[in-house]
């Protein structure tokens, strides 16, 4: 057998039977170090299905530490067996959807399974891994693999999909340009922001969180990563003009990298000094995020490319100030309510974090704006508009 027992398998009656049945590839939502599309699958998971009578939601999961969705009703979750991960996608969830005689498969992470024949949703957040970077830092091997194999794979199956699903006006352009696909059939279904980000913490909850990792209030936050396009090289190098013109300045922690890849960076830029200023936390547990950003001054976001930017609005529903950069979906996401800066030039950065550290009437505005902004992002509307296009596709069967 290809799936082990189900988390949470709901009894059907004969009138059920007649649903159909939504496939849904969530395959590393199980592993407890989630990030950005593991992050957005679990939250959309959580508000399915909405009373709806049509459907009935079957969910396809690599088999993993953390059953995050077993308290959760209304769906089945079919915990299928381990495997590396294109040998999953491309081999044993295929059989495992044909087994369960799923009507719709919906992917949910920017690949899918090339042989199979049932009507195929893709949510495709970017093609950036088709950009040919010219950052000097060097992805990893498993993002290079990662990479390569998307690259392989992703035109043939967006071509392929009957529905595309992505997550902003920029990328949808992006992806229709980029891989001759007709606009109309890319549907952009924004990311959301949990319900916790907006509200204020209390202040032993914030100091809990931060004794955690070791952290003291007033940072600015970076939220890294071993991806050139997140632009650490330009963070360390603005942080250093912060310092050489505010010596108090504030520290800058750093989420999502490990001392020695921000060490050998550091020692690659010439700023091996900054290492007494700089607080690394590595992976930050999802349930300690609204504390983390409600004990910054500031988010760092000069990302050079993005899908969404969920950091963004989950920064500003914490009442956060943000800057970011001007290029890419950020705009879009940042609204009117963050500071954009040019990520090629770290001095704008620094400009900026100076203007926010030295102006309290800005930074509260900001804060403030940021908070309206970012109930224009939840995850109820997201799932509401994943329903829709549920129904859109059932409708061409």
Not at 350 to 356: E, K, Q, S
């Amino acid at each position: 057998m290809l799936l082990t027992d189900a988390v949470l398998t709901p009894k059907q009656s004969d009138s059920e039977n007649s649903k159909l049945k939504i496939a849904i590839e969530v395959q590393r939502v199980f592993r407890p170090n989630k990030h950005g599309m593991e992050v957005v699958a679990h939250e959309l998971l959580k508000r399915l299905p909405l009373g709806d009578d049509v459907f009935d939601y079957h969910v396809m999961v690599k088999d993993d530490i953390d059953k995050c969705l077993s308290s959760i009703p209304g769906r089945f979750i079919h915990i299928i067996k381990k495997a590396p991960y294109f040998i999953w996608e491309q081999i044993i969830l295929p059989k495992a959807c044909k087994q369960i005689n799923a009507d719709i498969l919906h992917c949910t992470s920017n690949t899918a399974p090339l042989n199979s024949k049932i009507p195929l949703i893709l949510t495709l957040h970017d093609v950036i891994f088709l950009e040919k970077s010219k950052i000097r830092t060097s992805a990893s091997w498993y993002q290079r693999l990662g990479n390569m194999y998307r690259a392989l794979i992703v035109s043939r199956i967006a071509k392929k999909a009957v529905r595309i699903i992505t997550v902003s006006e920029f990328q949808k352009k992006v992806i229709s340009e980029t891989l001759n696909i007709p606009a109309e059939k890319i549907s952009v279904v924004y990311n959301g922001v949990d319900e916790r980000f907006f509200n204020k913490c209390s202040d032993e909850n914030i100091v809990k969180a931060l004794q955690k990792y070791k952290l003291k209030r007033g940072y600015m936050f970076f939220m890294a990563n071993t991806d050139p396009r997140k632009n650490t090289i330009g963070v360390v190098n603005a942080y250093a003009q912060l310092l050489l013109k505010e010596p108090d300045g504030p520290r800058l922690v750093m989420k999502g990298l490990k001392p020695d890849q921000v060490h050998e960076i550091l020692e690659h830029e010439n700023l091996a000094w900054l290492k007494e200023h700089i607080d690394i936390t590595g992976y930050v547990a999802y349930e300690d995020l609204p504390a983390i950003y409600q004990g910054a001054s500031m988010l760092w976001f000069p990302s050079f490319s993005e899908g969404f930017g969920l950091p963004i609005a989950e920064a500003m529903a914490s009442g956060v100030p943000v800057i970011t950069s001007f290029n890419s979906c950020m705009p879009e996401i940042g609204g009117e309510s963050a500071l954009f800066i040019d990520p090629k030039k770290p001095s704008t950065l620094t400009a900026a974090a100076l203007l926010i550290l030295n102006d309290a009437t800005i930074a509260a505005q900001l804060a403030e704006a940021g908070k309206k902004w970012a109930l224009s992002f939840t995850w109820d509307a997201a799932a509401r508009k994943t329903v829709s296009i549920y129904h859109e596709v059932a409708n061409m069967l």
